[in-house]
């Protein structure tokens, strides 16, 4: 999906899909090129997102860039596209995949029918499509029972179809009995006859005068509060003055298919470009106009169900209550860094000498506390909503990319900020030849604009948890921690580094907003303001009296915790994890050690913690106790331990 079109689907504003077949097959380039710019030019200036659907190198695809768009343009001419209807998605999806990133010359499309565009559009979260004319029941169809599958696809697929009717090829009486058969709510833009593509009259009167947008939009509500899984047809008549005349030429070129023997999916292109011929281009310049017309018509449509959806407004037709449709709800925000990370791993065949070159590998991978986070949790299907600020340039971009279309993370334009003048946040880690780090280095001013989620934001998606790294500003973290706490989340912190958590820990009425910390034992010394370095005992030597610094200045942090049953989370390395809790104000925090699982070899530990920190959350939104939840992130860490290409492990 792209990005633009996800930003809108997440944040409940309007898109409109729009079909590729007509792009790649419905008329000469560069006509189609110019038609579908000026398409989506129409639904932007009715403030609508348009997304055109096609299959690129066998990826299924909600939304184009404009270089994609024109090769789209030119794949048909130049025999690069293929046709699909329903049937085709998966075959010409498992054909192609493998062409993975393809010159633009050799880019192989599908480029989609009405059916599939419908199905595509829905998988997305797509609910209003725009396109030229549907398919419908042959004539002759009675007999060889050549129906589009445009038909069954209205049937069982909830998406709104603004056309010009059914193609003046077909069958329209016929089409209309079908269409009522499988209960699929049809009807006319304004007019008492169903129209027939280009000419807006076919002699059959319509079941359904649809008088608004409002009409539309509420019936189509309607029928998904009811559960019905059909969509709808909404037919706009054609009022070009060209409309009969290239009608009588479509029924002389419909004679010519006949005689040439010409069936099935190629009976449309050969008589689209026929009729043409005839015509002087005047079906050409008809179907132009009659698309624009049906993109004004799908704009005020999408518009309306978009308004009625944030307003409830069709509960009035039932007597008690049922639930509205709502913008997406998200359980888990995470706010913080998203950075493009450098690893430098030493040699492991020779120890580390510090102050000279060492010979190792060097890698780049996403990165940034918070974006890990969010990146674990949209990975095991939590689908987090994240903020967060990047620089002006494509590592960014690409960061943002990487998350929504491989890890299931949202992000929107009011939760990511572009720091105009920076560049996206880096970090180097040096990492020995046993993959401990040496050092390293942050470049992270851009996270100084991160946006922080107000406390309407934070109710209106029904969050559960707020997740804060310590990258923003002092004064960013903690109001983001105290909306967090007004609109009802549990708060949960990643300290980040040990300057950043001591820095953050001097402020009371940051740590009184948290529920969940997670700091490793140096962190954790730091927040409470402890000298204590944490010394490890003896190998071989295990003190009974170990962990007693960690307890105190656990329960130091506990302390100055305002909420009802806060959780330190406390990560030891080879020693495991230190689960400190305060069940009761008036009791000592309990604790609960539990071992690291054995790593026969640790490649990175990089974000070993952070995986922890977002299988630990995952599966408390799945109903996990405390205990479970740490058993359940150790198992996840443990894949990121063993990971040397990137922080989280796909």
């Known amino acids: 999906i792209l990005p633009e079109v996800a930003d809108a689907l997440s944040s409940g504003r309007p898109v409109v899909a729009l079909e590729s077949t007509i792009v790649a097959h419905g008329m000469p380039y560069p006509q189609n090129l110019e038609l579908a710019k000026d398409v989506s030019q129409i639904l932007r200036n009715k403030g609508v997102i348009p997304a055109t659907i096609a299959i690129k190198d066998g990826v299924f695809r909600a939304g184009l860039h404009p270089d994609e768009l024109e090769n789209l343009a030119k ?14 998605l998966p075959l010409v999806a498992s054909k192609h995949r493998h062409i993975m990133s393809s010159p633009e010359e050799n880019t192989q499309w599908g480029a989609t029918t009405v059916a599939a565009t419908m199905r595509l559009a829905h998988a997305a979260g797509i609910s209003t499509f725009v396109t030229g004319g549907t398919g419908g029941v042959h004539r002759g169809g009675e007999l060889s029972l050549d129906i589009s599958t445009d ?19 077909l069958d329209v009486k016929r089409t209309l009995e ?14 008492d006859e169903f129209p027939a593509f280009f000419s807006p009259k076919s002699g059959v009167k319509s079941p359904v005068i649809f008088e608004n947008a409002m009409d539309v939009a509420s019936a189509y509500l309607i029928g998904r509060e009811l559960g019905m899984v059909n969509g709808m047809l909404v037919a706009v008549p054609n009022h070009d003055p060209a409309g009969q005349n290239v009608e009588t030429a479509i029924q002389e070129a419909l004679q010519e298919a006949n005689a040439a023997g010409i069936e099935g999916r190629d009976v449309t292109p050969f008589i689209l470009r026929t009729v043409a011929e005839k015509t002087g281009g005047a079906s050409l310049r008809s179907n132009i106009s009659l698309v624009k017309t049906n993109a004004e018509v799908g704009a005020d449509i999408a518009n309306s169900i978009w308004d009625l959806s944030l307003g409830g407004s069709t509960k009035e037709w039932f007597q008690s209550s049922q639930p509205q449709i709502s913008p997406q709800k998200h359980r888990v925000v995470c706010v913080g ?20 070159s060492n010979p190792g590998k060097i890698h780049h991978s996403d990165g940034g506390v918070a974006r890990n986070v969010a990146e674990v949790l949209g990975r095991l299907g939590s689908k987090p909503l994240f903020y967060t600020a990047i620089g002006n340039d494509g590592g960014g971009q690409g960061i943002l990319t990487r998350l929504e279309n491989e890890c299931g993370v949202i992000t929107t334009t009011e939760s990511v900020r572009v720091a105009e003048g920076l560049s996206t946040a880096q970090y180097l880690a040096l990492l020995d030849h046993n993959s401990d780090l040496v050092g390293g280095v942050a470049d992270m001013e851009a996270l100084s604009k991160i946006p922080i989620p107000s406390v309407e934001e934070l109710k209106l998606h029904g969050v559960d948890f707020l997740v804060l790294d310590s990258n923003a500003p002092v004064e960013a973290v903690t109001m983001a921690a105290k ?27 940051f740590v009184e907003c948290l529920d969940y910390v997670f700091p490793n034992e140096a962190e954790l010394f730091a927040m409470a303001g402890s000298s204590h370095d944490g010394v490890k005992p003896e190998e071989g030597k295990e003190s009974p009296d170990e962990y007693k610094p960690l307890r105190d200045a656990a329960s130091k942090l506990l302390s100055r915790m305002s909420s009802d049953n806060p959780h330190i989370v406390i990560t030891l390395g080879s020693r495991g994890v230190l689960l400190a809790s305060r069940v009761d104000s008036s009791l000592s925090p309990e604790f609960k050690h539990f071992p690291a699982n054995i790593v026969p070899k640790i490649k990175s530990s990089n974000g070993a913690g952070d995986t922890l920190c977002g299988a630990f959350i995952h599966a408390l939104l799945q109903g996990a ?7 359940f992130g150790q198992k996840a860490a443990l894949l990121s331990l063993d990971c040397a290409e990137h922080a989280i492990s796909p």
């Open 625 to 631: 106790s405390e205990e479970e939840a740490v058993r």
């Open 75 to 88: 794949a048909g001419e130049e025999g690069r596209a293929i046709k699909c209807s329903t049937r085709d």
């Open 483 to 509: 909306n967090g706490v007004k609109a009802g989340s549990l708060v949960c912190f990643e300290p980040t580094s040990i300057p950043k958590a001591r820095l953050l820990s001097n402020s009371n009425e």
């Open 178 to 191: 079908v269409l009522e058969t499988f209960a699929v709510p049809t009807g006319t833009w304004k007019s």
């Open 151 to 169: 038909l069954i696809e209205l049937s069982r697929t909830p998406v709104v179809v603004i056309s010009a009717g059914v193609k003046s090829i």
């Open 337 to 356: 860094g998203a950075v493009i990370d450098t690893v430098a791993k030493s040699s492991a065949e020779n120890e580390m000498i510090i102050g000279t």
